[in-house]
């Protein structure tokens, strides 16, 4: 759910854990794209979680106005040359100005910022924004996401990729209920990891997963799926340190063009899947 506040805010957090975050700037689409906000709002939100203490910068100087915008200190502080006075009177303003002069500047994730993370996650979780696991969104945001890429403009192609696990229901039989957990859970993270800012996951009911992906084209919506099966069939899990089997995935993609630009793409890719284990499983199947 892009336009969630909380969604937002975890997936913010979460980006500042991964070496590709190690700067924030909010003129980067890339960034912007994966916390589902528009510049200015991706601002404001640093900022919000500068004053909460979720994150830092690594700048004494910026460190000091982050201060005086929790009220820790009043001592004013020179503008640079370029930078009206009035900006720095006001520690927000201030913060404001800077980010969006779009000047790199290092944001470090704190441990309140960590704790942070899980408070959401479940949060989330009981809202029925993340899946049990916490991991991917509820597929009950799918349709709505699917609908409107579908309505964009015509020349920018929409994917959709049905996954399913193979055979997953023998670990739950031989293995327990808990071993699945853990496979489910890695499953999840290898699809996550995978789709990277490029598309979302969504996860349905037991190990069905549906992607979608805006303004890549078919055959980049292939690379992401084979790297996905490839990834899923490397995964190593383990439980009381016993070796798990592993476990591969069966994958439909459809996506526009060539299918028409209507929700039936979501039939398409569903019908793909089916055919993909009844041609022996471990298969992308994308025509």
């Known amino acids: 759910m892009k336009d969630d506040i909380r969604y937002s805010e975890f997936l913010f957090l979460q980006a500042l854990e991964k070496p590709a975050f ?13 916390v589902g906000l528009n510049p200015n709002l991706y601002r404001e939100m640093a900022i919000t979680l500068l004053e909460d203490s979720y994150v830092r910068f690594s700048d004494d100087r910026l460190q000091k106005l ?20 009035h900006q720095w009177d006001d520690p927000r303003a201030a913060l404001d100005y800077i980010l969006i002069c779009g000047s790199l500047q290092t944001l470090h994730i704190t441990f309140r910022g960590r704790r942070r ?8 979780k009981r809202d029925r924004i993340l899946e049990d696991f916490g991991v991917l969104l509820s597929v009950r945001y799918f349709r709505r996401d699917v609908q409107d890429a579908l309505q964009r403009a015509t020349d920018i192609p929409v994917s959709v990729l049905y996954l399913d696990m193979d055979d997953f229901g023998k670990i739950n039989k031989e293995s327990g209920q808990t071993a699945g957990d853990v496979v489910m859970k890695s499953y999840l993270e290898v699809v996550r990891e995978s789709v990277g800012d490029f598309g979302t996951a969504y996860r349905g009911v037991g190990d069905e997963v549906v992607i979608l992906i805006v303004g890549q084209g078919h055959e ?21 340190d016993k070796k798990l089997p592993s476990v591969t995935v069966s994958m439909g993609i459809a996506s526009t063009p060539p299918e028409s630009r209507t929700m039936d ?15 022996g499983k471990n298969k992308v199947i994308a025509a």
């Open 22 to 34: 190690d700067c924030f700037n909010p003129n980067d689409i890339k960034q912007t794209n994966a």
């Open 66 to 85: 982050v201060r005086r915008l929790r009220g820790e200190i009043s001592t004013n502080l020179r503008g640079s040359p370029d930078t009206p006075q």
């Open 220 to 240: 980049r919506a292939i690379e992401f799926g084979e790297k996905i099966r490839a990834s899923v069939a490397a995964m190593e899990c383990q439980y009381k």
């Open 117 to 124: 993370i899980e408070e959401l996650r479940e949060e989330l």
């Open 265 to 279: 793409i979501e039939t398409v890719a569903d019908q793909r899947k089916l055919q993909a284990k009844s041609a």
